[in-house]
């Protein structure tokens, strides 16, 4: 991904970027533009689980934002 000077990883990134995401549950979501797709196809907008996101991985499966707890921001992994 290279150097950002973000200090955070927004919800319009993750919408564009990103190919799944796993929530502090442990759930894992397929994302597809607004809309996060789990495993048994419920839809939920991602914006309605934006804060309960751990972490982000792109199309190639690599890790590009992550946050340690759900009261921190998303963080873009270098």
Not at 12 to 25: C, G, H, L, P
Not at 37 to 61: E, P
């Amino acid at each position: 991904m290279g150097k950002s000077n973000k200090k955070h990883f927004a919800y319009y990134d993750i919408s564009s970027q990103a190919d799944n995401v796993k929530t502090f549950e442990g759930k894992r979501y397929d994302v597809h533009g607004i809309w996060a797709v789990d495993r048994h196809g419920t839809t939920k907008k991602l914006a309605s689980i934006y804060y309960r996101i751990r972490t982000v991985k792109d199309y190639r499966f690599r890790t590009i934002a992550k946050r340690k707890n759900p009261k921190s921001e998303l963080i873009p992994v270098k």
